[in-house]
């Protein structure tokens, strides 16, 4: 899907700010292991898909909430 045929675009950069979208095919619900997105942060954590869902955090459980993310690292 285009970017551009999304109606709510705004939404769309508001969830991926705090989100990753993970496209996947999976029929079952699937645990995978994820890194922390946030810079210097080498945690990993495990995430599960769920069929029909594509949004999933982005941070591990530690930077999560906002202040901890600016925080120095
Ligand atoms: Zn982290």
């Known amino acids: 899907m285009l970017s551009g045929e999304l109606p709510a675009t705004g939404l769309v ?3 991926a700010l705090g989100n990753r979208l993970v496209p996947h095919n999976y029929s079952v619900p699937v645990d995978r292991e994820m890194p922390c997105d946030h810079p210097g942060c080498s945690a ?3 995430v ?3 069929p029909g869902q594509l949004v999933y955090p982005r941070w591990c459980p530690f930077h999560r909430p906002r202040h901890r993310r ?3 690292t």
């Open 44 to 46: 990993t954590f495990v």
């Open 48 to 50: 599960r898909l769920i």
């Open 70 to 72: 600016n925080l120095p």
């Open 13 to 15: 950069e508001r969830v």
